[in-house]
């Protein structure tokens, strides 16, 4: 019923930068919080950032000063601004959003998307 899709990933070299999309649709009655998490290889599953439906935002530490997340809330659209990338920001990248699907039903449920890699090396 709701699907998110991410693109935007790739190979870029260290100090490069990405812009990461993601698009919520199906049966959308809100979105609360969006973010990102990432995977690497061998680790755990980590919050990158994320972001409320007023604005207000969060972040890894490791990714402070570097990464911007921001929203767009007539698309349904969250994306993730990454510069100075380092070989320690590969992973794949997943979207992550709270959906409201109903007027008559205050469930929210946890959506994620399927990934996108992202690879810093040169």
């Known amino acids: 019923q709701v699907q998110l899709a991410e693109s935007g990933g790739g190979l870029v070299q260290p100090g490069g930068s990405l812009r990461l999309s993601c698009a919520a649709s199906?049966?959308?009655?809100?979105?609360?919080?969006m973010g990102w998490y990432r995977q690497a290889p061998g680790k755990q599953r980590e919050l990158v950032a994320d972001i409320t439906s007023s604005g207000s935002t969060n972040y890894a530490d490791s990714v402070k000063g570097r990464f911007t997340i921001s929203r767009d809330n007539t698309k349904n659209a969250v994306y993730l601004q990454m510069n100075s990338l380092k070989p320690e920001d590969t992973a794949v990248y997943y979207c992550?959003?709270?959906?409201?699907?109903?007027?008559?039903?205050?469930?929210?449920?946890?959506?994620r998307g399927q990934g996108t890699q992202v690879t810093v090396s040169s």
């Open positions: 992550n959003a709270f959906i409201r699907t109903s007027a008559q039903r205050m469930a929210i449920t946890n959506y």
């Open positions: 199906g049966r959308i009655f809100s979105i609360s919080a």
